[in-house]
């Protein structure tokens, strides 16, 4: 049986100042716990992550974003509902809320 996904993710973000993409091509391989996958991501750049799951929360390290080679990632997800914090180059903070289907 495979671990692959294909999703699509939609999202729009909170608080933050920059013009992001806000569609977001998604596969992802989950063996019990552990995620890892690739996303074009609200930078338009190609992320590609590993992690954990666990009772909806993710947490993991993520590439692709342009003020750090690797970046903490946490995000939450109900059903198709997901929302994470998120951090802009300069340190202003915000929220990014979407839905993935």
Do not use: W
């Not at 729009?12 to 992802?28: C, D, F, K, Q, T």
């Not at 890892?36 to 609200?42: F, L, R, T, V």
């Not at 590609?48 to 909806?56: C, P, R």
Request: hydrophobic share 40%; proline share 3%.
């Amino acid at each position: 049986m495979s671990c692959l996904s294909l999703m699509l993710a939609l999202s729009m973000h909170v608080g933050l100042e920059g013009n992001y993409n806000s569609i977001h091509p998604h596969a992802r391989c989950q063996k019990d716990a552990v995620i890892s996958g690739i996303y074009y991501n609200s930078e338009d750049n190609i992320s590609a992550y590993v992690g954990l799951e666990h009772n909806g929360f993710e947490l993991g390290l993520v590439t692709g974003y342009g003020y750090a080679n690797v970046v903490p990632m946490l995000r939450y997800k109900k059903d198709k509902l997901f929302i994470a914090p998120a951090i802009e180059k300069g340190g202003k903070k915000g929220l990014v809320i979407g839905i993935e289907f």
